[in-house]
Every structure is written in C-alpha cells, then in structure tokens.
C-alpha cells in the first residue's frame, strides 16, 4: 500500500493551524530555548509570531501541507524583493513582549545571508511530535525539491544540525553557520537544481 501523504496548498483557514504545528515542532528545540528562555510562555509566543510569518506567505510565497494536518512547508518567492510584513515592529513586539529583540536579531542575521539572486526561500518545514518518523516531512521535500526542479529555481534555507543530513539527501549544500549569540548554530543550506533536471530547449528540427 502506498504510505506516501497527499499534500495540498493550504487555504486561508489553515493559516492559525500551521502557525500552531510549528510551533509544537520548535518549542522544545534549542533555537526555541534561546528565543524564549521561559517555557511557560513559550509555545503562545511562538505561535502568535509564527501566525505573523505565516500569513505573509499567503500574500508573497506559498505554503503546503499533508493531508492530515501534520507536515508543512511554508515558503516565499524571493524573485524580487518582498517587503516585511505589514507593520512587524508593532506586531512582533505585541506577539514577543520582552523577547522582541532575540527574534529581530535572528530576522537579521537570517536576511544578511540570503541570496541577492532570485530563489525560493524556504522559511519552515517542519512536523508535529506526532508526526515523526512517518515520512511526512521527507514527502514534502520531496513535493518541494521537484516543483522548483520543474521551473529551474534557486532555493534557500536556514535549518539545525540535526536536519542537515535530510537537506542534503535533497540536493541542499550547507553554508557558513550562522553562531547565535550563547545560542545554538542555524544552517543556511543552498540547492541548485540539477542539471538532468533543468528545462532543455526545444529541438530546431521538423
């Protein structure tokens, strides 16, 4: 029997669920720990800044899920410059309180290293403790690595040591660790598209 999830777009509805699945993913994560030292309040931090983040993608990238809700991909269209969200300094502060200024240095130090040329960024992937070990997060590599094959598209992510190895399976190439300040390494990872899978130009013959 095939295991493989169907995945889908997520609808404007979805927006406050996948803010929560990813948070569940990260609130026991170092990278969590050092934005929110304090677990109390974590998971509600996290989603109310995630919310923020994802209901930018809705406007300028895109963002995928699997069919149970479990998994998703949140991405943007890096081909141009895209402006922040709509007036963040306020919303972060009213989402983070005191922990504002740890999730603005991260916002940061992430756009320092991203690429000037056009590509996909790829903001989250990420699986509810649930959700693990299933493959759900893997299937949506796979679905996002073979849509931007398809149109020859640069992407770009920033991840933790533990979730190299599945990138790099994927085609990504690490970059230069970003070192938190007394906080855990980020990954910035680069994927080319291979060559066999680049659009070929059409024959000149009858």
């Known amino acids: 029997m095939d295991t493989v999830p169907r995945i889908r777009a997520a609808r404007w509805a979805d927006k406050d669920h996948v803010a929560a699945l990813i948070a569940d993913a990260l609130q026991l994560s170092p990278l969590a720990t050092w934005l929110i030292p304090d677990p109390g309040p974590r998971r509600r931090i996290l989603t109310d800044v995630l919310g923020i983040w994802v209901e930018h993608a809705m406007f300028y990238g895109d963002i995928y899920l699997t069919d149970d809700a479990t998994a998703a991909t949140v991405g943007f269209h890096r081909y141009r410059p895209i402006p922040p969200p709509a007036n963040y300094p306020t919303r972060l502060d009213d989402a983070a309180g005191a922990h504002a200024d740890r999730f603005d240095l991260l916002d940061r130090l992430l756009a320092k290293e991203r690429p000037t040329e056009p590509h996909y960024h790829l903001a989250f992937l990420a699986a509810q403790p649930i959700a693990r070990g299933s493959?759900?997060?893997?299937?949506?590599?796979?679905?996002?690595?073979?849509?931007?094959?398809?149109?020859?598209?640069?992407?770009?992510?920033?991840?933790?040591?533990?979730a190299q190895s599945m990138h790099i399976r994927h085609g990504y190439t690490p970059q230069p660790t970003i070192n938190l300040p007394e906080g855990p390494a980020i990954c910035p990872m680069r994927r080319t598209p291979p060559l066999d899978a680049r659009p070929t130009k059409p024959s000149s013959g009858h």
């Open 135 to 162: 493959g759900h997060a893997t299937a949506l590599l796979n679905h996002h690595c073979s849509r931007l094959d398809h149109v020859n598209l640069l992407s770009w992510t920033s991840t933790t040591a533990d």
